[in-house]
């Protein structure tokens, strides 16, 4: 299966984070590709990942940076594909990261999720990909309520909790 | 012409700067709509929109919203599209507004743009739209060709600036 | 007997934290529950747990939530109650969950109580419910003198502290 | 009319914040008064009227600071009743006001709302006082519904702004 | 001996921190006393403790408190003596524990160190004090000379280290 | 008169915030000197100037300086004199000259005041000296009873504010 | 001549900021040129920028940038030349500029100067080419000695503002 | 072997993070000294150390400090030559330590690169020697491509790690 969205990070380094991503993609049996490029040390590479995404039939980016996270604007600059940049928590708790991805200048955007929040750039994939693809439509809708359901499973612990108490 | 984007803010005083989203989209000839809803002043409006924005045939939502900015998350947390979240500078720089739109829960992303990034919200909206249609996708390739005619012109003025040094 | 406190929490994760406040409560005797809500996974029934807290005798809702925390403001759009917020640290030391707390619009306030301070929101809502209970409130002011008698041991302590040092 | 509302704030230089926090009582007939007290400039004075307040009726306490801002804090040290703190913006965006006020230990808890949030101390105080008065109650639910009419006076200056682009 | 530095702090678990202001002013042979004191939990106590202060013939009072912090400031308004400061760093780094303490309002100061800085609490105490003990003062440029054979020996580790380069 | 307070700053920029100190020591008939010295441009004064300052009577300092401010620790570094830091306000709200001048390593102490605090400096340095001077140590507790007024009068101005409220 | 400093930014409206490297420059008698360039608009121009700039003979770069700032730190990736990144304030204070441009991942350093810091980066840029030229070296000394001389002239104002205060 | 580098931190704790800075200056074969020197301890021993490096053949300095980490600054003025500031992550993330190097004052730059980022201050070290060594140079441009191997081993490893998932 020819991949639909390309999932990029720095280094393997932050796989750990990343295979959140992955495994949802996964989940949705959704073809993607993981790759490592870095703005800073294979700009070549970057360039020509860049121009040719659209070309090999992908249709969201998710590019993972930390620290002075130029990743995802440095493609977003060189592709008409949505890109997805997913801040990663490196020495001062992601901040850096985030506004590095964050605060792109106008005509460049950057569709940035959560600091470490690889999970939700995957359903926002999703979600993006869902407006051409009705079957895609509906299972995403369907694990929008397995979200609720960790709720109720919640509810349950909680109510055995409860009896801890002298009052209730 | 049915609207396939929804801008959303909590009220006018955003508009100044949520009007460059609309303008945006007006170059672009994408039928839009501008509505103003509160996630804590009509918390039913917002439900009701949000559970029949799809229906309605948006596409794309953009949320605006300034200090604790519920309103991008509380829509992405009732609609299967794709929210776009525009944080809006109010006190404290805007990034009590960043916080309250970007670090949402896995499972309900918020595509967030920079502070008070109307603008590059627009254009999210435009690529994400693009992947189904050609021929705005080939729009968007011009408008990006645009961004770069800015620099060239910004040379041309910086090369009258040079001629005021000595040394050149 | 009818709860009068509500609890709620957005997962069991943030149980450790919380019991806090349910240990003080049932400390005082003040009949409580504890839930699990989620202002973006179960909107529906953070929806009508609001619309009903007051109908079923609730006097003060007690919300915690982590990063974009949404749920205590969501809560108090919807409900006549107190809210009190507790932001609870996750990624970047709780900053995020205070502001997206705190920092609430014109008409819809949050009583919010410092990151992880659980114990303070119970005693807040003793503070709220002593208003109209006399009983209630002498109870609270023992409560503080308690809180005397711990500067008393520790000064104890110190005391022990100091045979260390030579000039004393 | 005796007061059962104080708000204390530490020059008149706060009170064109904290007349909107005055204002909103005024509107529900609820009888309050102003004061200025510092923490650190009379703080004999800030013990004998937080040791009085209670005793001359009394049931919520607004109090107000900038910078270093103790005095909610020192205030809610020293009675049982409810003590609702406003973050006055002055140097560094009211930061430095916010987490002097809601960081307060375990034990004294002070009711936060957010940087200049003066109205939504006042709605804050109506919402624990109408706990035990049902006409206020009732009052304040006609208040709320007051906030969402400007979300619909929103919509229809929103409805004209919509003329000026050409797609729609 | 009669104490002329009073240590205070808000509660044991400070201690570690504040052994460190302890053991210099024991190296200087001055005499001090170590206590538990809250602004928050015994008000009257601290009140007490700061008008009586400079009878008992204390010089210089070393007051070091977390989060909101409010114990030196709250002592700094009640007494004539020079008040330092010490940020403990609780859950945010200390910046909380930072802002309250040193962002005090005009006519009350309050003499602030770094976060966790006990050690310099107690040497600027010293330096205080040996304006008017040239003893004392004596002792300080012995103390600060040590400071400068710290680096000395430092050198003679680094000198060392270089053994492993190649190069050198 | 001989100085025995010395005022630096690192240009004459910092005199409209400096110029409260100077009012104040001159209030207090406290003989003081004003200079200009950067810990950068001219190291050599600085370090003559610090060697210097004890053996021609100052018996403390108070140092301005805004951004990366070295100013106060590196003098520190070279009198055994106590240091009065004053961080100074220029681009990020001052944050950055605060923690350049409170965060002093062990073994040298800045006593640092508040962002732009120069009145609190003059303060702090008037009740250091107090602590050799009964007659200067009187005149700071008259001081002190002056700021209490400042409130009385305050309260004198909110008295017919109350007047505009239809309720009082 | 041929430039041997290039200043480049993303905009003319740095403009009037980096005015002050190319007067420092001139006065220095160095040849430089002055280019707009943007990261995100003009990636490709960037690339055949950085990839040239040294056969055209550059010795130092000096990128500025706002907001998630790229610039620095791209052409850092590709060029050997040392490169000089100066953050520019734009919306939150510079701060997200200040982060993305310094926080470069191993193996890519950016030269940091502060918010703003036009000057200090031409500065920078003097001392890096004063290696290998004594005559710059001497200019240096000499320009160094120059700012010694502003500390002389503060110090002549501030002699006249003493005059002010009765006790001097 | 004469340095040509000079290293220097304020104390031996620095060394785990500097060490970075000696091996890569070692596997350039560029000869190095490494000392201690503290700003604030060994102040006669920095000056002595900023006049005299030029002298004795130092090219470039690269100094580490944690919190108001003064050491490049001081030095900075006290020598012609560039220095690399290294801030140290002590107690709030290096925050503290990157904005009291970073944001020095107009006339004396510090070239500053990321928190604990010794490799990339000898990397810039290098970078500005190269300017006039061709044949450091050369082993910059071969430096730099080692950094894209680490891609492509990267890639590698991801490779293996798409097998986990079912979908590829």
Request: no cysteine.
């Amino acid at each position: 299966m020819k991949p639909v969205v390309s999932i990029i990070m720095g280094s393997t380094s932050d796989l750990p984070i990343m295979e959140k991503a992955a495994k949802l993609l996964d989940e949705f049996e959704i073809a993607f590709e993981i790759n490592a490029l870095s703005a800073h040390r294979t700009p070549t590479e970057v360039e020509s990942f860049a121009h040719n995404a659209k070309g090999r039939g992908i249709k969201v980016i998710i590019a993972a940076a930390g620290m002075a996270a130029h990743l995802p604007g440095v493609i977003a600059a060189m592709t008409p594909l949505p890109v997805i940049g997913v801040p990663i928590n490196s020495t001062i708790g992601g901040i850096d990261a985030l506004l590095a991805i964050v605060q792109m200048p106008p005509g460049i955007p950057v569709a940035t999720v959560g600091i470490n929040g690889a999970l939700n750039a995957a359903i926002l994939a999703v979600q993006i990909m869902s407006l051409g693809d009705e079957a895609m439509a509906a299972r995403l809708e369907e694990y929008k309520k397995g979200l609720a359901k960790k709720i109720v499973k919640a509810n349950e612990e909680l109510a055995q909790v409860k009896y801890k108490f002298k009052t209730n």
